[in-house]
């Protein structure tokens, strides 16, 4: 099936559960990732700013919409939000009364045990979802009073998704990959495959551009992750155990690159995660257990470089 035929099949079929399905399937075709310890240190080829050139026309256009700069306004509300699933003649709440205010430019660490409910958390912070109870505001706008095309396309405009099985479509090439969410915003084609081929020297891998995931390493997969997730240049990263699996070399550096859009371009970047570890990032750390928020800590770290 041709890139074409793919995104014709997914606009016919535009919801968040259809979708997701979907890229979990793409993503099992080659299994668990294999580690990268032959892998160069990636700080020699992956830069630090991938808006670096403030005289590039191209660099313009990718700036972020100023959407939410109003640090005294949430980019992302959750108010009393349940999430209950129907088990039998049961309901089970994997979330329950959950109460969050997301502000642009956060670093944001979701931590919480296996099926302490961050998984469903992610799920509504991403609009992949929406609340059995209560409401989810993005950028002040309620989501479940937005019909399904309107929500694909404020969800695509606004959040880049970085998942622990980098969910890449195995049938096509790195490039293609990335062009996949220029694609769902119909970018024009010429300009599309520029800002792919920017963001893949960005993450140091243009000369992987016709390879198929299953030709590279885990640590390399997950570096396309991250430049389709910079694709439409969303205010919003979302990262799901992004480092997972991943060696522990590769995965400490996928965080740094993160930091990095967060202290430099702004980019609120949200981690779901149970790893101790990566609260190093964090400028909040919120602790979820048994479906609610036990506690919210505010960190400190060094301020962001001018």
């Not at 699933?85 to 039998?88: D, L, P, R, V």
């Not at 880049?160 to 790195?174: A, D, K, R, V, Y």
């Given at each position: 099936?041709?890139?074409?035929?793919?995104?014709?099949?997914?606009?016919?079929?535009?919801?968040?559960?259809?979708?997701?399905?979907?890229?979990?399937?793409?993503?099992?075709?080659?299994?668990?990732?294999?580690?990268?310890?032959?892998?160069?240190?990636?700080?020699?080829?992956?830069?630090?700013?991938?808006?670096?050139?403030?005289?590039?026309?191209?660099?313009?256009?990718l700036e972020a919409e100023n959407l939410s700069r109003n640090r005294e306004v949430p980019l992302i509300k959750l108010t009393d939000v349940w999430k209950t699933?129907?088990?039998?003649e049961s309901e089970f709440a994997a979330l329950r009364g959950i109460n969050l205010e997301i502000y642009e430019g956060e670093f944001l660490v979701v931590l919480g045990p296996s099926g302490s409910g961050k998984s469903t958390l992610m799920?509504?912070?991403?609009?992949?979802?929406?609340?059995?109870?209560?409401?989810?505001f993005l950028n002040s706008s309620d989501i479940s009073e937005l019909d399904e095309s309107e929500?694909?396309?404020i969800r695509g405009q606004m959040?880049?998704?970085?998942?622990?099985?980098?969910?890449?479509?195995?049938?096509?090439?790195?490039?293609?990959?990335?062009?996949?969410?220029?694609e769902f915003q119909e970018e024009d084609v010429r300009k599309a495959r520029k800002k792919a081929a920017y963001l893949l020297e960005i993450v140091g891998l243009s000369d992987k551009k016709h390879n198929l995931p299953s030709q590279l390493s885990g640590g390399q997969r997950?570096?396309?992750?991250?430049a389709r997730s910079l694709a439409v240049n969303p205010p919003v990263i979302l990262a799901d155990e992004p480092t997972g699996n991943?060696?522990?070399?590769?995965?400490?550096?996928?965080?740094?690159?993160?930091?990095?859009?967060?202290?430099?371009?702004?980019?609120?970047?949200?981690?779901?995660?149970?790893?101790?570890e990566l609260v190093k990032y964090a400028t909040r750390i919120v602790y979820i257990r048994d479906g609610q928020i036990e506690k919210i800590e505010e960190c400190t770290r060094n301020?962001?470089?001018?």
């Open positions: 099936m041709t890139l074409t035929e793919i995104i014709e099949t997914f606009k016919m079929k535009l919801n968040a559960s259809n979708i997701l399905n979907s890229l979990e399937k793409a993503a099992d075709f080659y299994g668990e990732s294999n580690n990268d310890p032959e892998m160069s240190d990636p700080g020699e080829t992956i830069k630090n700013s991938p808006y670096s050139s403030s005289d590039s026309d191209f660099v313009k256009s699933y129907q088990m039998g799920n509504l912070l991403g609009c992949l979802d929406l609340p059995s109870k209560g409401m989810v929500l694909a396309r959040i880049g998704f970085i998942f622990q099985s980098f969910n890449l479509i195995p049938t096509l090439n790195t490039q293609e990959n990335v062009l996949l969410p220029l997950q570096r396309v992750a991250i991943l060696d522990s070399k590769t995965g400490d550096y996928i965080l740094e690159f993160l930091d990095g859009l967060n202290k430099k371009e702004g980019k609120t970047i949200i981690i779901v995660t149970h790893d101790l301020k962001p470089e001018e």
